[in-house]
């Protein structure tokens, strides 16, 4: 089986009650899977594909998969979501969704279901895809 990642979405965009819970919140999730913010502002904050502001209504029940390297992994991302203001919504276990699901959930400060996920070993054409803009006309 083959199955193809990080080609159906461009970005996430949440809206927030509490920027600074929020980032503190982001902040430690993403340091959990190895990953950290790019970029903030005084109204938001981004990390790859996902934007966080509070400019706005808050976005209310999103659910959110963010992908782990291991199993490990999937374990510090939960304790450090619940260690910065998240709630359980499901601690880290095997899924019955596909073999070698594991995955913990957390309910970030505005509710939404933050998921890590670990899928097994698998083998990845690439890390990652990098994207080069060839013109700003387009």
Known sequence: MQYHLGRLLDHVHLRVRNLEKSRRFYDAVLRSLG??????????????????????????????????????????????????????NGPPGERDYHPGYYAAFVLDPDGNNIEAVYHGKTNRSATSVVVTPVSRLD
């Open 35 to 88: 990953r950290e913010l790019s970029g903030q502002s005084e109204h938001g904050f981004f990390a790859d594909e996902l934007f966080v502001d509070d400019d706005g209504e808050p976005t209310g029940r999103v659910h959110l998969a963010l992908q782990a390297q291991d199993r490990e992994t999937v374990n510090r991302f939960y304790e450090a979501a619940l260690a910065a203001g998240g709630r359980d």
